[in-house]
């Protein structure tokens, strides 16, 4: 099933609208796992001309979201709790890496990592998801 999962959620994605309108491009994924990229943005910049850290979380829940769902069942934030260690310049890509650390029936807990083209780390989050029962809405009909 993980394949069948992995281009499902892909697919998701590229029809998210926020996603579109943040220019997050997912990266790599895997159950438990993600890489989400978001490319330098003029128009994401706060009032000091630096990424805003509103897009910083986007790109962070980004991973965050495709990681925790990647098992095929449906799962959502109960807590996330993030540090910003840097300001990137504002030219950098940014990429934000999630791994799970932990999986229960019910809950499931991550790191999500941000650094920037020189793998200098922006901002770092923990976050815990709850993992619900029900399958993906978006899986197609019949098999698993």
Do not use: W
Request: include cysteine; hydrophobic fraction near 40%; charge should be negative.
């Amino acid at each position: 099933m993980d394949d069948r999962v992995i281009e499902a959620i892909e697919g998701q994605v590229e029809k998210e609208p926020y996603a579109g309108k943040m220019g997050l491009k997912l990266v790599e994924l895997a159950p438990g796992h993600a890489v989400v990229e978001l490319p330098p943005r003029e128009d994401l910049t706060n009032i000091f001309g630096m990424t805003h850290g509103g897009a910083i979380f986007s790109l962070i829940d980004e991973a965050f979201e495709v990681s925790c769902n990647a098992h095929g069942t449906v799962a959502v934030a109960l807590s996330m709790n993030v540090s910003f260690h840097r300001a990137p310049s504002p030219a950098s890509r940014l990429r934000a890496e999630s791994h799970e650390i932990h999986r229960s029936t019910r809950t499931a807990a991550y790191e999500i990592r941000v650094t920037d083209e020189d793998n200098q780390l922006i901002a770092s989050c923990t976050a815990l998801a709850y993992r619900k029962k029900d399958r993906l809405p978006f899986l197609e009909e019949g098999g698993q």
